[in-house]
Nanobody, 123 residues
Framework: VQLQASGGGLVQAGGSLRLSCVAS????????YGWFRQAPGKGRQFVAA????????FYTSTVKGRFTIIRDNAKKTLYLQMNALKPEDTAIYYC?????????????????WGQGTKVTVSS
């Protein structure tokens, strides 16, 4: 499956953005999806994940309550709704997919990656 992320941009602190990740050339609905981010000078970090049906979601503690991961299997699209953004959310955001929900926090367990979309939050 090929993934194409979009929706990044520049936003002021407290603002919102919605990232999208469109899948092509493969089966979307059977895969587990995640969002990761990489801030300047730091490693790639887990942000959120969602199981194949969408009824299980997982978040890192720093975004819980502010971010929402959503999937639309009919549109083959994954979303990350980001509210109450903070300067520390500034990073390149990547969507990723894998076959099962185990080890969803580990970027090494994901098989497919999008190209990344940059989010900058100004203070």
């Amino acid at each position: 499956v090929q993934l194409q992320a979009s929706g990044g941009g520049l936003v002021q602190a407290g603002g919102s953005l919605r990232l999208s990740c469109v899948a092509s050339k493969g089966t979307f609905s059977s895969l587990v999806y995640g969002w990761f981010r990489q801030a300047p000078g730091k490693g790639r970090q887990f942000v959120a994940a969602i199981n194949w049906s969408g009824d299980e979601t997982f978040y890192t503690s720093t975004v819980k309550g502010r971010f929402t991961i959503i999937r639309d299997n009919a549109k083959k699209t994954l979303y990350l709704q980001m509210n109450a953004l903070k300067p520390e959310d500034t990073a390149i955001y990547y969507c990723a997919a894998k076959d099962d929900v185990r080890y969803y926090i580990s970027d090494r367990s994901y098989d497919y990656w999008g190209q990344g979309t940059k989010v900058t939050v100004s203070s």
